[in-house]
C-alpha cells in the first residue's frame, strides 16, 4: 500500500539535545512539507521541498532542520535552538500544483 | 494574500441532527478547494474536494459545493454519528508559483449520542 510513514508515534527528550523525526512515502510524489500543530491550533508550516535537494523555509523555521537527499524521504531535525519544541509533527507530501496533500500518522514530541 | 475562514468550534450537535461548517476563502487566481478530517491523534486525511466552480464534492455522507459568487465552500451533512467527532479543515490550492496550500483554523466537531 502507498502511504506516508512517520516514526516514532511519541518521542521524548531532554531539554538540549537535538531530535531527528522521520518521514518516508512511496507515493512518488514531489512536493513534501512540515507542518507543526499545538493544541487547539491549525497547522503551521515549518520546511517545504518541491524537489529533490531543495527546500524552502515555511512560516515558523526557526530552530528546526530539513534535509531532501531523496525523494523517499524529508526528515525533521529540532534542534535545542527551538524554544517550544514539545508539539504534534506532522509530514504530508503531493503531487502536481492544485492537487490534495497526503499526511502521515504524526509524531508527538515531548521535550522536558 | 490567499485565505481560508472558517467558523469558530467548537462545534456541539447531537446525533443525528443537520451539520454545516463555514468556510470562506480569498485567492488571487483559481483554486481547488479541499475538507480535510482529522481524528484525535492522527493525521489529516482528504474528505472530499472540489476544483472547479459549481462542482460538488463528496464523501461518506459529507458534501461542500464550490461557489465562486461567493468565495464559500461549506461542509454539509445530513444526519452526524458520534463516529463524525474531530476536527475539520477548509483548505485552497492555487496552481501556479509554489506548491503550499493554504488551510484554516479547523473547526471541531463533537456529536453527542
Known sequence: DGGI?????????????????????????????????????????IYYS????????????????????????????VTSAQKNP??????????????????????????? | GDSVT???????????AFLTINCTYTATGYP?????????????????????ADDKGSNKGFEATYRKETTSFHLEKGSVQVSDSAVYFCALSLSGGSYIPTFGRGTSLIVHP
Not at chain 2, 34 to 52: C, H
Open chain 2, 32 to 52: 481547488s478547494l479541499f475538507w480535510y478530517v482529522q481524528y484525535p491523534g492522527e493525521g489529516l486525511q482528504l474528505l472530499l474536494k472540489a476544483t472547479k
Open chain 1, 5 to 45: 510513514t512517520q516514526s516514532p508515534k511519541y518521542l521524548f527528550r531532554k531539554e538540549g539535545q537535538n531530535v531527528t523525526l522521520s518521514c518516508e512515502q512511496n507515493l512518488n510524489h514531489d512536493a513534501m512539507y512540515w507542518y507543526r500543530q499545538d493544541p487547539g491550533q491549525g497547522l503551521r508550516l
Open chain 1, 86 to 112: 514539545t508539539a504534534f509533527y506532522l509530514c504530508a507530501s503531493s503531487t502536481g500544483l492544485r492537487n490534495e496533500q497526503y499526511f502521515g500518522p504524526g509524531t508527538r514530541l515531548t521535550v522536558t
Open chain 2, 6 to 16: 472558517q467558523m469558530e468550534g467548537p462545534v456541539t450537535l447531537s446525533e443525528e
Open chain 1, 50 to 77: 518541491q524537489i529533490v535537494n531543495d527546500f524552502q523555509k515555511g512560516d515558523i523555521a526557526e530552530g528546526y532542520s530539513v534535509s531532501r537527499e531523496k525523494k523517499e524521504s524529508f526528515p525533521l531535525t
